[in-house]
């Protein structure tokens, strides 16, 4: 229908007009007003805005991405068919429930997947791992990393340092291929790697904490091409975490079997207050919802209880709360580098996971970076965080989390393990304002320790 009652005017053209045309000048006294009353200085805001407006063009480019996926999560809750209904939960043994099926079929149909098993009973990423694995393996299997170490809690789950319960315990073995220097994939070594008994093949998207680059979905599918070639029986699993909505693509769309990763941290949008998912192929995912519940039982058990409609609702925000984390992430790698730290990615390569690796090469500059993170979080922002010992780590770490959502890392957070490189992980932000309070927050408590001159380079 046309609008006659509000006919188009120039104000409506306001937003063409330059911010100075609207009002605003250069010096933004009451934005920096504001900043002061959250401790950070005016020189502080005024190179983070200097940083920040080289960056309009890589801004665009994340902001188009999510515009796809935004379309892309809304197709999928269309073709399937989501109703108010479905918002609702079950409580016992959670015999058909609608929103919990719906939604098992949403992420199916997100993925590119036959199936799909998307539970709070799933208690966090590595026990998504953890399932998938103990599912679709079994005694006698060797399980293969051809992409380096895996993230430091699977290696209990894989029993590379021994764990009660560890794959290891039931009969299944490990191998491992780590990148060539370059980061490349030693193929050579990888073919010699593949024996009879190699059933799965795990390839973890994301660095994790480690200094690697991240792969891209591309770097993936060539992997899994690789592997599928020597062997098409072969299962090709993607810890996925941490890279969801990053591109337009997904590691199911070249060729994994299965996607794993967990509800709090991309595509739970913020909202999910727990859970972990697995997509793939029908197999796979019946078995791991067999482990999950129990035999006989797969995915037809397992009430929702009231957490559907964050579940739904958080995945209809995960691509514009992903992009926002994307853009903390590339403001955090160019503010420091600028200062002369090194950064994984750098400041300009292009982007397959939210996580932003900052090299500090000292406790101190971990610490100083975390505690900035703590002190700009809504929730929790007057508690200073000290490493510790925690479980599933080998190394004392320190983590900075202020979040709405026990342990988020979609929310502003950051950790570092304190040991050499003495790098610090820094990753999320629910919208972009946040995450750029954060990193200036992290600027201004090194500046405060003397870690960083006054003049903004590496003291
Ligand atoms: C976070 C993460 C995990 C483990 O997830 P938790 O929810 O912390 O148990 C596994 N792999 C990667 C790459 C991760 O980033």
Not at 400 to 406: D, W
Not at 439 to 446: G, M, P, V
């Amino acid at each position: 229908m046309i609008n006659t009652i509000n006919p188009i005017t120039a104000a409506d053209f306001k937003e063409e007009m330059t911010y100075e045309q609207q009002g605003h000048n250069d010096a933004a006294p009451a934005l920096i007003g504001q900043y002061a009353h959250l401790g950070i200085s005016e020189p502080v805001v005024r190179f983070g805005e200097d940083i920040l407006a080289s960056l309009q063009g890589r801004f665009r480019q994340i902001d188009e991405t999510a515009e796809y996926n935004q379309l892309k999560v809304t197709l999928a809750m269309q073709k399937c068919r989501v109703s108010e209904a479905c918002l609702l939960g079950t409580t016992g043994y959670g015999y058909n429930d609608l929103g919990r099926d719906t939604l098992e079929q949403v992420y199916a149909a997100l993925f590119h997947t036959e199936d799909a098993l998307v539970r709070p009973q799933i208690t966090c990423g590595t026990h998504a791992l953890a399932l998938a694995l103990m599912s679709n393996l079994r005694p006698g299997d060797e399980l293969l990393s051809p992409v380096g170490k895996p993230y430091d809690t699977l290696e209990e789950v894989i029993g590379i340092r021994p764990s009660r319960g560890s794959l290891r315990e039931y009969g299944i073995s490990y191998s491992q291929v780590d990148l060539l220097p370059d980061g490349s994939f030693d193929y050579e070594g990888i073919r010699n790697a593949i024996k009879e008994k190699t059933r799965l093949v795990t390839i973890q998207r994301s660095k994790g904490y480690q200094t690697r680059p991240t792969l891209s979905v591309a770097r993936i599918g060539e992997l899994i091409r690789f592997i599928k070639n020597i062997r098409p029986d072969i299962l090709c699993m993607v810890d996925n975490c941490y890279g969801e909505f990053v591109e337009t693509i997904e590691p199911t769309d070249v060729g994994a079997d299965m996607v794993v990763g967990s509800l709090i941290k991309n595509p739970g949008g913020g909202l999910a207050p727990i859970g972990g998912y697995i997509a793939g192929k029908k197999e796979c995912v019946e078995n791991a919802a067999c482990r999950l519940t129990s035999p006989g039982l797969g995915k037809e058990v397992g009430a929702s209880l009231g957490v559907l409609s964050s579940f739904y609702q958080g995945l209809f925000l995960a691509p514009t709360v992903t992009a926002s984390a994307l853009k903390g992430a590339i403001f955090a790698a160019n503010i420091y580098e600028k200062i002369g730290f090194s950064v994984v990615p750098d400041g300009r390569e292009s982007r397959h996971d939210i996580i932003q690796a900052v090299t500090f090469g000292s406790p101190e500059g971990v610490i100083a970076f975390c505690q900035g993170i703590q002190a700009a979080a809504s929730v929790d922002s007057f508690v200073t965080p000290e490493p510790w010992d925690m479980p599933g780590y080998d190394s004392q770490v320190i983590m900075a989390a202020g979040a709405f959502v026990s342990g988020s890392s979609i929310e502003l957070s950051a950790d570092g393990p304190i040991k050499p490189p003495y790098a610090v992980y820094f990753q999320g932000g629910l919208t972009f304002p946040h995450a750029k309070l954060g990193i200036l927050k992290t600027l201004q408590s090194l500046l405060d320790c003397g870690l960083v001159t006054a003049d903004f380079h590496k003291a």
